[in-house]
């Protein structure tokens, strides 16, 4: 359900990463940010939540606070990203910058959604309100068995993580089912691949998506 939703930006390039816990997105991330920062472009790292300093607060309350209900867990993540996207995303494509970001609406729609079992619909037009209908020109989408990836978790557990198999199962199967629907937007990697065929993987899938930002700004 994104018919209102838009990939284009005025001048730069905005990419997510998506996947389950220990699938690698961070990683993943920098090595794009690396690679783009190589070829002259300004780049914008970020996450979410935490991309900015109200988001910090709010990712604490969210993932390592006192226990919320479901629907109050999906707005607070609705507003971290609201805050995200007006105050940090919007302004660095506007200027022309890479924006990579280590989650995005999609996750939202898979963990509060269907995880949460608050309807994936329902959660993608909150999610799409708050960020006035801007989607990245591509999401990268790790796919690792849950099992897998809770293997490669360090640290403490936080309240998602915490959630249980049947909860990661349906998150998985929701972010497989919207890359399916929607192929244009998505690249789909399997996880366990060696961390440089990942990055190989989609810095061809990137590359096309910078050249034509560069065109479009007339960047020799």
Known sequence: MT??????????????????????????????GDWLRGLGREVVLTREPGGTELGVELRNAVLHGDHVDARTEALIYATDRAHHVASLVRPALERGAVVVTDRYLDSSVAYQGSGRDLGADEVERLSLWAVDGLLPALTVLLDLDPVAGRARLTGEPDRLERAGDEFHRRTREAFLGRAAADPGRWLVLDATRPVEDLALAVRERVGPLVAATALSEGVA
């Open 3 to 32: 018919d209102a939703a838009s990939t284009s930006s005025p001048h730069g390039l905005f990419v997510s990463f998506e996947g389950g816990d220990g699938a690698g997105k961070s990683t993943q991330a920098r090595l794009l």
